[in-house]
C-alpha cells in the first residue's frame, strides 16, 4: 500500500507539477480518487450488493437480512432493499462491524442505486454517488 502511495505522490507532482506544500487534494479530486471515508463507504457497499444479489459468500450473506415492512397501506418504492440494522449495542466497536454499518450505509443510499442489478453499472453509480458527496 505505501508503494502505491508513493507511485500516486510521485506521478502527480511530475504529471501536474504539485509543489510539495501544496494540498494534495484537489489532485486527488482531478484523479476520481474518493476520500478515504467514501472508499470505505464504497467497499462496504459494493459488498451488501453482492450480499444482497447473491454474489458473497455465505459467511457474509447470513450477516446481512432484508427489513420486513409491516404497514397496511401499500409499499412505497424507496421501501424496497432496505435492511434490517441490528439494535444498538453497549460496546462502540460494534457498531464498526459489517453486520451494523453494512446496513446502515446500504439504507442511506438512494434507491435509484440500491435498485440496479447489474454489479458494473452499480460500481459505476456508487462511485459517482461518493464522488458528488465528496
Known amino acids: 500500500k505505501q508503494w502505491y502511495q508513493r507511485r500516486v505522490r510521485g ?3 511530475g504529471l501536474y507539477g ?5 494540498s494534495i487534494s484537489p489532485y ?5 480518487f ?3 471515508r467514501f472508499r470505505i463507504q464504497f467497499k462496504i457497499a459494493l459488498l451488501v450488493y453482492k450480499c444482497v444479489n447473491n454474489l458473497a459468500p455465505d459467511y ?3 450477516l446481512i437480512k432484508l427489513r420486513e415492512i409491516k404497514r397496511r397501506y401499500s409499499r412505497l418504492d424507496n421501501d424496497f432493499f432496505l435492511l434490517k440494522v441490528p439494535p444498538r449495542s453497549n460496546f462502540s466497536r460494534t457498531e464498526a462491524a459489517f453486520s451494523h ?10 434507491f435509484s442505486i440500491r435498485s440496479i442489478g447489474e454489479l458494473e453499472s452499480f460500481k459505476t453509480a456508487l462511485k459517482t454517488y461518493f ?3 465528496a
Open 11 to 13: 506521478f502527480i507532482f
Open 18 to 22: 504539485k509543489k510539495r506544500k501544496e
Open 28 to 32: 486527488l479530486k482531478q484523479l476520481h
Open 34 to 36: 474518493l476520500p478515504v
Open 60 to 62: 457474509l450473506k447470513c
Open 101 to 110: 454499518s453494512g446496513p446502515q450505509i446500504w439504507n442511506r443510499l438512494p
Open 131 to 133: 464522488f458528488n458527496l
